[in-house]
């Protein structure tokens, strides 16, 4: 029988300390085999992922703001016509399709792609060390903002109304087309960047285990890698000469299954840098310990290879598409649910640690002892929370048998909300909580109204998930001015008056939550400095089982998962095997459909 071993319980904060963390040898120096950072790369690194941050929080900021429209419109209410009466809001606002494609790109492209550009910059460069080259860095940033920037021109002007799918024939403005591809390419060079100083790691400790962050943090970059590739193709070859002029029309089903190749995939992208975070931090902050470094490594591998050939379980309605293909495509998709699962059983299983470690017992009475007044802790645990229900409904969306059934209905952004507007956000957020403090030196403001804003998120996003999904289970469509519709007596046929006041009362709430959240993170930032930013530590957590730091008396299990290039290549030659004989009669059989604007 193995014995676990124990430690001594660790510090309990007070509540006007909870963004603060006890430190861990590696939060002040490198892995062994590393060189630490001098003072002036260090403080350039922090500075430039600062910026990362704050572009990321001022999108979600907006796109927040915007949010309530689209939860009234779904509780009946519709705003947007009062809005078109009001000249200055109108010309920013002014239709409904405009406002919910502000909302989708700002919160889940930009957001989420300036948040992690900086985050898995910053975790990997910091924990292996060495002298990555900080004027490209800071190109990179700047060419993601010109990017933003130029994609925002179109959105505001009403002329790039296309919504996040990006989907012809509607052709949005070129310059939308081109300042996303910039976007995009950005954070590839952010990859780039990592990856070199991955490698320059490995050549200068050979025989080495990489360090558990930087190794889920390089993962998740070579993941993206092969995912993008598809929304690369699509935009640079296809959308982007077809939106200047240079080709008279384009195929739909070509593209949109060339955006399915990212679409799904950029999910992982999003989803997998709060795993990093409920892997290697959480439990430190909690108290607690990672449970298995081995098991960590597994979890990230298989998300390499499985993540990417599943998009066209998002195109079971799509003609000219065999089955077969369809069939493929959904089992592997349901293979992702695998280190999904092993995501679950491993950092719950830390929580339990942690929350014995600070006196807890029973079978379930241990879930009170968690650090529940810690901020940053438990938007992550609620966020855990929230995926339990949304990773159940995409094993109902992959279905075959079941997505017809939810297709195109409210259930899909319902869904969506509760995984990437819970899960990752909310885990964003909670982050923000110790690590703006750890970049900038300025202490958390108002960490009680902090936590008070997880938790109004937390229960805004159940009320909207309750109700978006209860309204696509009855037939209401996604996507669509409901509120204003000129047949009332449909909706109201299908006796949704309840889930249309949750989703309404969502907005409500989600509205509050985003406004002491942003409260409290402005204030953080425009206080004044009082301390190095030192003094919040990376919570790096110790592990139960770790993968040791010699590769040669390393498990199999560490081993084998060491190589991530590896596991990138098979990963790209298993989504080419599962696509090419998908988009090959698509080529050949190419259909030109000349763009439409219909708004």
Do not use: C
């Not at 998300?303 to 065999?322: C, E, K, M, R, W």
């Not at 929580?351 to 438990?378: C, K, Q, V, Y």
């Not at 995926?387 to 969506?416: C, D, M, Q, R």
């Amino acid at each position: 029988m193995t014995t676990i071993p124990t430690r001594p319980a660790p510090t309990r904060y007070p509540p006007e300390l909870a963004g603060q963390i006890e430190a861990h040898p590696l939060s002040l120096t490198t892995p062994a085999g590393g060189t630490t950072l001098d003072t002036a790369t260090l403080a350039s690194l922090k500075k430039v992922t600062q910026y990362y941050v704050v572009v990321a929080f001022l999108a979600l900021f907006i796109g927040v703001m915007i949010g309530p429209l689209q939860a009234l419109n779904y509780g009946g209410v519709d705003l947007y016509t009062t809005i078109a009466k009001i000249p200055v809001l109108n010309a920013i606002l002014s239709t409904y399709y405009q406002g919910l494609t502000l909302h989708g790109v700002l919160n889940a492209l930009v957001f989420t792609q300036f948040f992690i550009s900086g985050w898995m910059l910053y975790l990997p460069l910091r924990e292996l060390g060495g002298k990555p080259n900080m004027k490209f860095a800071w190109f990179t940033f700047w060419m993601m903002t010109a990017g933003l920037l130029m994609a925002a021109v179109p959105l505001l002007f009403n002329r790039a109304t296309v919504l996040y799918t990006l989907y012809p024939p509607m052709q949005g403005d070129a310059l939308f087309y081109i300042g996303a591809a910039i976007m995009v390419a950005a954070s590839l060079l952010v990859f780039g960047q990592v990856v070199a100083v991955w490698l320059g790691w490995k050549r200068a400790n050979p025989g080495r285990v990489t360090p558990i962050v930087s190794y889920m943090s390089v993962a998740t970059w070579i993941m993206w890698f092969v995912a993008s590739l598809g929304l690369v193709v699509e935009v640079v070859a296809l959308v982007i000469p077809w939106s200047l002029g240079w080709r008279s029309g384009i195929d739909p089903l070509l593209s949109r299954t060339l955006f399915w190749w990212t679409g799904h995939p950029i999910v992982y992208f999003w989803l997998l840098p709060a795993y990093i975070s409920w892997y290697a931090f959480l439990p430190r902050q909690m108290g607690g310990r990672m449970v298995s470094e081995p098991l960590t490594r597994l979890a990230f591998a298989m998300f390499v290879i499985f993540s990417v050939p599943v998009g066209l379980h998002h195109q079971y309605a799509d003609p000219n598409i065999n089955n077969t293909w369809k069939t493929i495509h959904m089992f592997l998709t349901f293979l992702v649910a695998v280190p999904s699962l092993l995501t679950a059983f491993s950092v719950g299983a830390a929580l339990e640690d942690s929350a014995r470690m600070r006196g807890g017992s029973g079978l379930f009475g241990w879930i009170r002892r968690l650090n529940w007044g810690n901020a940053s802790a438990t938007a992550q645990v609620l966020a855990m929370i929230s995926f339990i229900p949304g990773g159940a409904g995409g094993i109902v969306n992959a279905s075959l048998a079941f997505a017809p059934v939810v297709h195109n209905t409210a259930w899909i952004p319902g869904h969506f909300h509760i995984t990437v507007g819970t899960a990752t956000t909310l885990s964003f957020m909670g982050i923000a909580f110790w690590l703006v403090p750890h970049l900038t030196g300025k202490r958390l403001v108002a960490p009680k109204l902090a936590l008070t804003s997880v938790w109004l998120w937390f229960w805004g996003m159940i009320l909207m998930a309750v109700g978006m999904h209860w309204q696509g289970l009855a037939g209401v469509p996604r996507r669509a001015l409901v509120s204003a519709t000129t047949q009332p007596q449909v909706y109201d046929a299908m006796n949704i008056a309840l889930p249309k006041f949750l989703t309404a009362a969502s907005g409500i709430v989600l509205l509050a939550a985003g406004l002491a959240f942003f409260y409290v993170l402005f204030r953080t930032l425009l206080s004044p400095r009082t301390e190095d930013g030192e003094a919040t530590p990376i919570p790096y957590s110790d592990a139960i089982s770790t993968a040791g730091t010699e590769l040669s008396r390393a498990s199999g299990l560490v081993r084998g998962t060491e190589s991530l290039l590896a596991l990138g290549l098979l990963s790209l030659i298993l989504t080419l095997l599962v696509y090419l004989p998908v988009i090959g009669p698509m080529i050949s059989n190419y259909q030109m459909v000349p763009g439409q604007r219909i708004w």
